[in-house]
């Protein structure tokens, strides 16, 4: 302990950040890693496997980087196993952290408002729900891409979609 590779001594590891040097070494995933792993979570979970959206979240610990990704993944993945009072703590979370034009902060207000019906909470679940509304309504990317949904798509030259 304390030295380099060389195995002579490090000034940087044998002063008092020694123990938070090597905790870095020991713990530290590339963002590449973590990203690979969210990821991952995200496919388990689209493909309804939840314990193992689970697993690859436990593999990246509680590192601060995608944070608010992590917390909505493992909210769902609680959601979806039932286990709705595990899944209140990291979808709480994951309302704090998105921003209201990312993909995931509508559902995870919707979520949340499931999981507090489910443990009785009611009037937190209407709170929630008016809060997935209000996200709705906000969100400037939801509401352009409503819109991009009732025009054909660019490939179709300009014809009407539909005649009668």
Same mark, same amino acid.
């Given at each position: 302990?304390?030295? =380099? +590779?060389?195995?002579?001594?490090?000034?940087?590891?044998?002063?008092?950040?020694?123990?938070?040097?090597?905790?870095?070494?020991? $713990?530290?995933?590339? #963002?590449?890693?973590?990203?690979?792993?969210? @990821?991952?979570?995200?496919?388990?979970?689209?493909?309804?496997?939840? $314990? +193992? %959206? #689970?697993?690859?979240?436990? #593999?990246?610990?509680?590192?601060?980087?995608?944070?608010?990704?992590?917390?909505?993944?493992?909210?769902?993945?609680? *959601?979806?196993?039932? +286990?709705?009072?595990?899944?209140?703590?990291?979808? *709480? *979370?994951?309302?704090?952290?998105?921003?209201?034009? +990312?993909?995931?902060?509508?559902?995870?207000?919707?979520?949340?408002?499931?999981? &507090?019906?489910?443990?009785?909470? $009611?009037?937190?679940?209407?709170? @929630?729900?008016? %809060?997935?509304? @209000?996200?709705?309504?906000? =969100?400037?990317?939801?509401?352009?891409?409503?819109? @991009?949904?009732?025009?054909?798509?660019?490939?179709?030259? =300009?014809?009407?979609? &539909?005649?009668?």
């Amino acid at each position: 302990m304390g030295q =380099n +590779h060389t195995g002579r001594l490090d000034p940087v590891r044998t002063g008092s950040i020694a123990p938070l040097w090597e905790t870095l070494e020991m $713990t530290t995933l590339s #963002l590449k890693a973590i990203r690979r792993h969210i @990821a991952a979570a995200q496919g388990y979970l689209e493909l309804d496997m939840p $314990t +193992h %959206a #689970l697993a690859e979240l436990e #593999l990246i610990g509680q590192t601060e980087c995608y944070r608010a990704a992590r917390s909505f993944l493992e909210g769902e993945a609680q *959601r979806v196993l039932g +286990h709705y009072e595990l899944a209140v703590k990291p979808l *709480r *979370r994951a309302t704090e952290l998105l921003p209201i034009d +990312h993909i995931f902060a509508q559902q995870a207000w919707i979520s949340l408002s499931e999981c &507090f019906r489910e443990t009785g909470q $009611t009037e937190l679940a209407q709170v @929630a729900e008016l %809060a997935a509304q @209000a996200v709705d309504e906000l =969100n400037p990317r939801q509401a352009a891409q409503a819109a @991009a949904e009732d025009t054909p798509p660019a490939w179709i030259p =300009n014809q009407p979609r &539909f005649r009668d």
